[in-house]
Structures are given as structure tokens and as C-alpha cells.
């Protein structure tokens, strides 16, 4: 681009835009052209900024997964036609280190932003339905709950004090009934949702899948159906990942994805290769071959994965053998 004007130039480039989002501020920093600003994470702040990315020829607009905060701004972008992505927070953090880029500022954060944005270019994808994103933060309170029992239950094992016991017993008593409390409302608010009810029967019609995982899975991986084989096993954390050098061939494992949807998937392996046909058969295979049992649950887990995510994608339940042709 030398001997060019840098305004033909800024005409003749699209702008990658990174915005760092937090409570109170939205950071954000436009690429090539270096301009920043900073408004606030109101509706007004996000208007003010949608005013601005207009005048812009945009190839794409970033943003970090910050739990709830960044939501508004993402439906509000990609309901404006503004091209939008959120990334995860961990993948943008790397990218920054392997710039050398160790401090960390909100404006700092929206320059790496669009940095990534422009070399990355990662995948847009539309916001998550509202009912879809509380249903998720139901899911995370009831896990957060029964980790809390959990620990409880662990203490209460190790207690010696009848006053401490007691105390101990009280809250767990508490926490059944909010996990119970929990649940109710999770499967009420999926029965109100013909979509997801529709997604609820296709899963729970999987052996293992029960009213835990099934709603974990709609809440948790709502890109079933939309993906291949390989995409669903990376994001359910279940593909197994080389580590060869050389002529080393190292240990493949899992690592990455999404927890709550792994530890659901590992659950119900555990109950498919026990009671389901097809599995149980496809597991023994595996151990017969000489692959340790945890590995073959996890072969389990990723095929009920690419299971889940074909019968979700075909609009059927599952049936043992597959649907004869007319």
C-alpha cells in the first residue's frame, strides 16, 4: 500500500474491530485505522457505538465470552447485521503471549481483540436464544449446587462435633431441595418450548441420556445438529489430541471443550455401555483389543456425542437399528 493517501488506504481496507466488554465499559479498538474509544455497557453506550461501527466497512467485530455481559452487546450487533464473533477468552489470551504481549489493559485487551479478529478470522455464530441462555445459568446453578452437596457430604463423613454434624446436615437438607427446586424449573422451562422440548425427546430417546445430561446438552451445546462429526467431539471436549515429535509418537488425549457437557457425556458412557446394545458391543471391542476401560468409555462418550449430534440434525429419535428405506 505505500504511496497511497491513508485515507484511499482506510477506504480500500476493511476494519477488524476488537471490544473488550466488562460490567461498566465497553473498550474498543479498530484496526487498521488505530483508532479507540471507550463507552459505557448501557443501551445508550451501545447505540452510540453501532452509530460508529456503521461508517465503518467492517470485516469483522470480536469480542470475549464474559459470562452475562457481553450478551446485550452480542444480540444487539449481530440483530443489526453487524458482523459479530465472541471468542473464547483463553484462546485470545495465548495469541497475546505469543506476541509477547504479557500486560493486560481493558484498551490493551481490545487491540489483541482486533488483532485476533484480523489473523484468526474465527467463526461467527448467531446469539443463543434468550430462553436457551437462562436455561444455561439454571443448568450451572444446579451443577454449582450438587458440587456444593458433594463437599458437604464429604465433611459430614469426616465430622466428629454432633453440633457440627447437625449444622452440616441442615444445609445439605437445603441443597436437596434447591437442586430439587432446580430441576423442576429447568424441565418447565423446556416443556414451555416446543423447539426444545422437540430437542429434549430426540436426547433422552439415548441410552444414558436422563434428565440431567439432556438438559445440559441443550443448554450447554447448542450447536448440535449444525456440526460435523469432528467439530461436536472438539467441542464436547472428547477428541483425542496428537502429541508426536519426531520420532516420538506421544500419548493422544482429550483436553479442551466445554467440562459440564464432558462430565454429562462421561456419565451417561458409563450407563451406555453397560444397557445399550451397540455400545456395550463397541465397547467390549475396545477392551477386548487391549484399550484401557476409561479409554473405551470415553470412545463411548464421543460416539454418543456424534450420535446426539446426528439425530438432533435428522429430527429423529433414536432407534437401535437404523430406519429402513422406503
Known amino acids: 500500500m505505500q504511496g497511497k493517501e491513508p485515507s484511499e488506504q482506510d477506504t480500500k481496507t476493511k476494519s ?44 469483522l467485530v470480536l469480542m470475549e465470552a464474559t459470562g452475562k455481559w457481553h450478551r446485550h452487546l452480542h444480540r444487539s450487533l449481530f440483530a443489526s447485521a453487524i458482523p459479530v464473533a465472541v471468542v473464547d477468552p483463553y484462546r485470545v489470551r495465548m495469541f497475546a503471549k505469543a506476541q509477547g504481549i504479557l500486560a493486560k489493559t481493558d484498551r490493551l485487551d481490545a487491540r489483541v481483540l482486533a488483532q485476533f479478529a484480523a489473523v484468526m478470522a474465527p467463526t461467527m455464530r448467531p446469539p443463543a436464544p434468550e430462553q436457551v441462555q437462562e436455561l444455561a445459568e439454571l443448568v450451572r446453578a444446579r451443577d454449582s449446587a450438587v458440587a456444593e452437596k458433594t463437599s458437604l457430604k464429604n465433611q459430614l463423613s469426616a465430622a466428629a462435633v454432633t453440633f457440627l454434624r447437625r449444622q452440616l446436615e441442615r444445609r445439605i437438607g ?32 439415548i441410552t444414558g441420556f436422563g434428565p440431567v445430561v439432556a438438559p445440559t446438552l441443550i443448554a450447554c451445546l447448542t450447536e448440535l445438529g449444525a456440526c460435523s462429526r469432528r467439530q461436536i467431539g472438539m467441542l464436547a471436549g472428547l477428541a483425542p489430541v496428537a502429541d508426536d515429535s519426531g520420532e516420538r509418537n506421544g500419548v493422544r488425549v482429550i483436553w479442551g471443550g466445554r467440562p459440564a457437557v464432558r462430565r454429562s457425556l462421561y456419565l451417561a458412557a458409563l450407563s451406555a455401555a453397560r444397557d445399550d446394545p451397540a455400545m456395550k458391543a463397541f465397547f467390549m471391542r475396545l477392551t477386548a ?38
Open 16 to 59: 477488524n474491530v476488537g471490544i473488550d466488554v466488562s460490567k461498566s465499559w465497553l473498550d474498543v479498538y479498530v484496526l487498521p485505522s488505530g483508532v479507540s474509544m471507550r463507552v459505557s455497557n448501557t443501551l445508550e453506550g451501545i447505540r452510540q457505538l453501532k452509530r460508529r461501527l456503521r461508517h465503518l466497512d467492517l470485516a
Open 174 to 205: 437445603r441443597l436437596t431441595n434447591d437442586i430439587t427446586a432446580l430441576e423442576r424449573q429447568i424441565h418447565k422451562r423446556i416443556e414451555a418450548d416446543q423447539a426444545l422440548a422437540r430437542r429434549y425427546a430426540i436426547l433422552t430417546s
Open 289 to 326: 483389543s487391549g484399550k484401557p476401560a476409561k479409554l473405551a468409555i470415553i470412545a463411548v462418550a464421543r460416539k454418543l456425542a456424534v450420535l446426539a449430534n446426528t439425530l438432533v440434525a435428522e429430527n429423529r429419535t433414536y432407534t437401535p437399528q437404523a430406519p429402513k428405506c422406503a
